[in-house]
């Protein structure tokens, strides 16, 4: 399609305003309802598994074609074992519970009027990310459960495996009667839809964008939109004179080694000067095929390891891979210092058997997440018992952290009175 | 001052810098100390009245100069009472608990890893207000309470009467130990000053604009810094077909007379085609002074009362005075239809005798208030028990409503664990 720009904008707040029509429908379906919806949704999937799978070849033809990295073509990748884990995480949304109609407070005023806060959907959500076609599906459950329609603008190189997910999920929304509106793509417009959907206040509630930095940054510093920023993990761990060999270990292998791809993998150390767990756990490290990045002190530590030196670029650089930068601090304010200065405000951990330096690092690190003794990886909905995770938010509004279900939700006070008037 | 827009950038950017510094020490202050810091503030003010007020008449003086309208100039003025109440709220300030420390939700997992979610302060807040100078005394306060920094921009008209207050609130600080920057004026950079904060992402984390229509919008539409949009309420009151006359009475002239100038007075008036206490409620509202817009149908439910026609902007407009948009529906239909039409989402109400149409009203109305049987007028902090208001949030995300101080905090998730990795 060739649209002039106000063309596409016009084209995209009129599907958005199908979608606020459409989620004034769900805003008022029960839990039962939308859990069926959820499984209609599943078993649809499953019972178009050829069709997906058809639609993702193309996908991947065209990216082979482009010459698009092995790395990229893996996450445009679906496959049998990928679906049924989608049709899984859709089974699993169906058992939590609403994050619909709770009473978040209330009261009773001393004059008799009652009052009472509730958790009600956002309304319409709007999601921006790239060739990752699992994330339509992980959306549109996520969405649905907590009552809210959502536009989806999921990159063009996954526009086929998109265009029939969404055919399929919306087919499952009508076979429950729910509204097909409630499910809409706007990839056929392009990076325009994209744009059209960052401008379009008052008819998109929020906006989350999943995925690199330089998506996620465009989407923050352009939106007339409220965003929820999500995803980036400059994340520490400071190693502190006091902290234990074996643990120090445990948790360095686990927080770097386990899935280095992730936004909760740790990125740097900082080692105070005196920690005797030092040598041992950068040992450990290197073994486990971790490239140390070093400045000068740091490499001193164990000579026989051989480490690349570190410059600037290593403090702020999220490897998310076998990568790790070491740096060693006079104390912990210069390793607070070092956190202030780089974090991206995702995850910090210390290792420490003192009780004092524990608390000041909780106390003073200004982090979504702030870990004593434990791996960074555990910054996740999942282990931390929300359920299904949206996300990882690394700003301060509205929601700090992992995002549950709740998150995509926000509140109506109601107020109930019998005639009362204001003195 | 003649600065270039970057150096103006780079000059607040530094300011907000050293917020930041400040605001690190304000978080690990305890309640007690905060409220030394209000009350020591409130002794400032109340010590420094004759240099305030000359301040303030400078302000006054230039501005009469300048021809602004005499409700400006009420706006802007400080005398005696004026400065009364702002001491007397900070005393009250000092009197809430503390929200930050609270813990908002803490569990054990199966594995033994402790976590729970805490308030904490967001660290740097902004504000951008218009000649308001109270404001600058409020917000500094609140802001304090939540263990915040904050920087101010009160706009050029009131630049004297800020300084002077400011320049009084930092000594009062200064007094009790806390860091002067705590409270940073950035009124001698003028407009540019404000377009600084707008862009300072990373360095304030949170804007909230107090004013106009015309500044709001400048505000959320331009800045990069997420953004808490408060204030405009273009509220409705439906009558339902089976209002009761004393009532609807009551409860229409509260909501338009009290407090006709502020956001949460009525604006407009539904009437469905049948309601008995049409005519009786149009009588009292006219015979108590309210000008109404009327549309045909609803000038006809009494001819003898004089009224405006009303067109298209009646519906849009707030009026912020003894005016009120008169329109009778069909049915609730058509109500809600207005109400999504034109609501800003602030407030709307339902008087009713009837329990399904109270239940489809606050389920099908999509406001942070939504009221049944009382005045709009109780949609206010201090009215809902929130103790000290920080505004009327009209957006969803973050804070809907009436904003408290826990809503000037963000949360931080702790993490404890015993050298706990992720399996």
Request: charged residues 25%; negative net charge.
């Amino acid at each position: 399609m060739t649209l002039t720009v106000s063309e596409t904008d016009a084209a995209v707040h009129k599907l958005a305003d199908r979608a606020r029509r459409a989620s004034r429908v769900l805003a008022r379906a029960n839990r039962d309802w939308k859990d069926k919806a959820l499984r209609a949704i599943a078993a649809s999937i499953d019972a178009n598994r050829a069709g997906i799978i058809a639609a993702n070849a193309k996908d991947l033809e065209a990216g082979k074609a482009n010459g698009t990295s092995a790395a990229m073509l893996d996450r445009l990748k679906l496959d049998d074992p990928r679906i049924d884990s989608l049709i899984s995480a859709l089974h699993e949304l169906a058992g939590l519970p609403d994050p619909v109609g709770r009473v978040v407070r209330g009261e009773t005023l001393p004059n008799g009027l009652r009052m009472r806060q509730v958790n009600v959907p956002m309304g319409v959500i709007g999601t921006i990310y790239e060739a990752r076609p699992n994330v339509t599906v992980d959306i549109a459950g996520l969405s649905l459960k907590s009552g809210n329609a959502v536009l989806l603008r999921g990159g063009s190189a996954a526009l086929n495996s998109n265009l029939a997910l969404v055919g399929f999920i919306r087919d499952a929304l009508d076979s429950v009667s729910l509204p097909r509106d409630l499910v809409i793509s706007v990839d056929e417009y392009g990076r325009e839809g994209a744009d059209a959907m960052m401008g379009a206040r008052g008819k998109i509630d929020v906006l989350i964008p999943r995925g690199g930095r330089e998506l996620i940054q465009r989407v923050v510093t352009t939106a007339k939109v409220p965003v929820i920023e999500t995803g980036e993990g400059n994340v520490h761990i400071y190693l502190d004179e006091s902290a234990d060999l074996e643990m120090a270990t445990d948790i360095l292998l686990n927080a770097k080694t386990q899935r280095p791809s992730v936004c909760n993998t740790v990125e740097t150390l900082l080692i105070h000067q005196n920690a005797a767990a030092a040598a041992g756990v950068l040992q450990a490290l290197s073994a486990a095929g971790v490239t140390l990045h070093a400045e000068e002190r740091a490499a001193a530590l164990v000579p026989e390891i051989t480490m690349v030196p570190a410059g600037e670029d290593d403090w702020a650089n999220e490897y998310l891979d076998l990568d790790l930068a070491v740096k060693v601090v006079d104390d912990m304010d210069q390793a607070f210092e070092h956190i202030r200065a780089y974090s991206t405000g995702h995850t910090e951990a210390i290792i420490t058997s003192s009780l004092r330096n524990s608390e000041r690092f909780v106390s003073e690190i200004d982090s979504a997440a702030v870990i004593v003794n434990a791996s960074t990886r555990f910054t996740d909905g999942g282990q931390l018992g929300l359920g299904a995770e949206v996300g990882i938010s690394t700003q301060k509004m509205h929601a700090r952290g992992p995002m549950g279900l709740a998150e995509l939700t926000t509140t109506k006070w109601i107020v109930q009175g019998d005639g009362h008037i204001r003195k």
